[in-house]
């Protein structure tokens, strides 16, 4: 019976040549990486993990709600619906409190966990891992592929290179699609691409979304992770000894080395050995193509594929598990790793402020906005009755997603006449534009200069009465 587990050192053509501790150094050029697939409970929870986030991606672009599309951005017309909320650019600040919320949670996570949102969540990861699958269910495992991209072309492989590619065109371009439903509506997004009808502008988007998904997905991989991404290179400002990250516990491990399988641990030590058996399986697994025995890079995306290749292989050597484990540096060192710890607390409170300023700011939302313009070309003149008259135009923007009557009124100015629209009504996400004089006598006017307001009212579908008041000046002399 063989007594080391059954791994190959396969290194016959151009693979990746991962570092090892003794080189420290890391590779000049770029040689492609062939990620040798996994098993282990991390890989079951991505794979997962990474289908639902698929399946929510595609899917929340055909969510209707109340006989509209639930989330389109469409930046054409500058609206932004969510749901029962349409933002505008004068909403800004919702935008900006969902930006702020999603960077703390982000610095939140990665004090806590490190780069799991990379691993774990990063659409990057999770396409990657989808063009991986393709590509090994069509080409083969790790050594198939290398063998196979190695020997000239030929019918098979030709075969197996243009399904692969196929295949992959296929679904970037159903995420190109899906992307741009968030943008336009999806359904008939759908119907006209399929039928060659979008628009100049559509059809551009679609493709180059295409582009980018097959470049990323299958060519750039772990460069945009390594090289492109700026998360990757400010990461390690949030890093502190008590962050969980994926990490090998050099003092377990080394000096690492094969030995005859039939030794018992104890047997191993006496000898002078680590747990480490030097299999390399812990390289070939990685998505980033490094040697995590190195210690801490900016390249790991803690994604924890080591981590379940060296817990199968600590298992077959009936070692205890985790000597690739996600663990603290000062868990590492001996110490205990300070979950509530100040700089954590700090991140925890503020998002929470956050959130809560982004909830108020929602809740208390206006989805009416008033504005007047005083008109430029003359500050008063005077009527045939010899009433003093200004005008001003009135703008209403109905930021609700029904069509509302607004009633508009002026207050400040005693007796005065109105000429113009009094009841506007506008549609849902439409703005009104009224022009409206207000004229009065002289002899009510103490003053070059009144404050007057327009008040503009209306009652909602459900009943909600709403009203907004802006302030302007009179002018006479
Ligand atoms: S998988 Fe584990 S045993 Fe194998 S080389 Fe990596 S750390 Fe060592
Ligand atoms: S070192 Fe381990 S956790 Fe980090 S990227 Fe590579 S496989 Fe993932």
Known sequence: MNDQIPVKNVTPVKVH?????????????????????????????????G?????????????????????????VNQRFTIFHLTLWPQDLTVLAYIFIVSAFALFFVTTFAGRVWC????????????????????????????KLDGRPMDADKFIRKFLKHSIWIIIATLTALSFVGYFTPIGSLFVDFFTFNTSFWATFSVLFFAGCTYGNAGYMREIMCTHICPYARFQSAMFDKDTF????????????????????????????????IDCNLCVQVCPTGIDIRNGLQYECINCGACVDACNGVMDKMSYPKGLISFTSEERLEGGTTHIVRPKLVGYFVVLLVMMGLLIANIATRVPLEVDIIRDRNSLYRETNTGDIENVYTIKVLNKSQSTNTYVITVSGLADHSFIGDSVVTV?????????????????????S?????????????????????????????
């Not at 000049?28 to 794979?47: D, K, M, N």
């Not at 289908?51 to 930046?75: K, M, N, S, T």
């Open 17 to 49: 040549k991962p570092k090892s501790a003794e080189q420290g150094k890391r590779r000049s050029a770029r040689s492609r990486i062939y990620v040798r697939a996994v098993q282990g409970p991390l890989e079951t929870f991505r794979r997962f993990f």
């Open 51 to 75: 289908l639902f986030f698929i399946v929510l991606f595609a899917g929340i672009p055909w969510i209707q709600y109340d006989g509209h599309q639930a989330i389109l951005l469409d930046i």
């Open 119 to 146: 691993g774990f969540m990063c659409p990057q990861t999770t396409w990657v891992y989808m063009y991986n699958l393709v590509e090994e269910k069509i080409e083969g495992p790790r050594n198939k592929r290398m």
């Open 245 to 276: 990250t994926v990490s090998y516990d050099a003092k377990r491990g080394e000096s690492r080395g094969p030995r005859p399988r039939k030794l018992s641990h104890e047997q191993v030590k006496e000898k002078g050995l680590g747990d480490c």
């Open 427 to 447: 549609e849902g996400g439409n703005l009104s534009t009224t022009p409206i004089s207000v004229a009065t006598s002289p002899d009510n006017l103490e003053d």
């Open 449 to 477: 200069v009144t404050d007057i307001a327009f008040t503009v009212t209306t009652t909602t579908e459900n009943g909600e009465v709403i009203t907004v008041s802006e302030s302007t000046k009179f002018l006479y002399k």
